[in-house]
C-alpha cells in the first residue's frame, strides 16, 4: 500500500471549516484513500473513503486531486467535539482486509 | 447493536502473569482485527481473521503473544507471560465483507507492573 504524509498537528476556529490535507504521491490506479478518526481514548472511526471522484457524507467532504497524488478531508464546521486524530490510509483494497494506520494529524479545535 | 465490545476495559497485572483479553465483534461481520496503541509505535495490526481463520499474524511481536477464534463471535488475544514493554491500548475491530468501514472497539487499556 503507498505511504501517506500528513501535518503532525493543526489548528481550527470552531465553526470554520477544517481542511485536513495528505500526499500519497505513490498512489497507484487500484489503490482507494480512507479516512479515521480518533477521538482521545476511543477507538478510531471511519469516516469516509474514494478512489478518484470527490465523496461527501454527512460527516465531511474527501477531495481528490485530478492526479490523485493529494487529497483533503474538509469538516465544513468544526465543532470541539472534532478535535481528534485524523488518519489518511490508501490501500488497494475497498473493502476487506487488512487497515495499517500511520501517525495521522492532530486537530485542535478552538473555540 | 453494540458494537464492539471488548473486556476488560482496564486490566493491571504483574510482571509474569497471563493476561487474555476478550472481544465480541458485531453479528454478522466476518473479519476481526487486533491492534496495539502505544505513544511510541502508534497503532500496530497485530492479527486478523476472516471467517473465523487467522490470515495474517505477522504483527504478533513474538511467541508470547497469541489469539485465536473459537467461533464468529468472540476472539481472545493472550500474552503469557506480560512483561511491562506490552503495556499498552489494546484495540479490536471487526468489518463486513463487501463493506467499507471498520468498526472498533472501545478498547482495553493493559499495564504490566
Known amino acids: 500500500d503507498a505511504k501517506t504524509t500528513q501535518p503532525t498537528s493543526m489548528d481550527c476556529a470552531e465553526g470554520r471549516a477544517a481542511n485536513l490535507p495528505c500526499n500519497h504521491s505513490?498512489?497507484?490506479?487500484?489503490?482507494?484513500v480512507y479516512w479515521y478518526r480518533q477521538i482521545h481514548s476511543q477507538g478510531p472511526q471511519y469516516i469516509i473513503h474514494?478512489?478518484?471522484n470527490n465523496e461527501t457524507n454527512e460527516m465531511a467532504s474527501l477531495i481528490i486531486t485530478e492526479d490523485r497524488k493529494s487529497s483533503t478531508l474538509i469538516l465544513p464546521h468544526a465543532t470541539l467535539r472534532d478535535t481528534a486524530v485524523y488518519y489518511c490510509i490508501v490501500r488497494v483494497a475497498p473493502q476487506g482486509g487488512k487497515l495499517i494506520f500511520g501517525q495521522g494529524t492532530e486537530l485542535s479545535v478552538k473555540p | 447493536d453494540a458494537g464492539v465490545i471488548q473486556s476488560p476495559r482496564h486490566e493491571v497485572t504483574e510482571m509474569g502473569q497471563e493476561v487474555t483479553l476478550r472481544c465480541k465483534p458485531i453479528?454478522?461481520?466476518?473479519?476481526l482485527f487486533w491492534y496495539r496503541q502505544t505513544m511510541m509505535r502508534g497503532l500496530e495490526l497485530l492479527i486478523y481473521?476472516?471467517?473465523?481463520?487467522?490470515?495474517?499474524d505477522s504483527g504478533m511481536p513474538e511467541d508470547r503473544f497469541s489469539a485465536k477464534m473459537p467461533n464468529a463471535s468472540f476472539s481472545t488475544l493472550k500474552i503469557q507471560p506480560s512483561e511491562p514493554r506490552d503495556s499498552a491500548v489494546y484495540f479490536c475491530?471487526?468489518?463486513?465483507?463487501?463493506?467499507?468501514?471498520?468498526?472498533f472497539g472501545s478498547g482495553t487499556r493493559l499495564t504490566v507492573v
Open positions: 453479528s454478522g461481520h466476518n473479519s
Open positions: 475491530a471487526s468489518s463486513l465483507s463487501g463493506s467499507y468501514g471498520y468498526t
Open positions: 481473521f476472516n471467517n473465523n481463520v487467522p490470515i495474517d
Open positions: 474514494g478512489l478518484k
Open positions: 505513490t498512489i497507484s490506479g487500484n489503490e482507494y
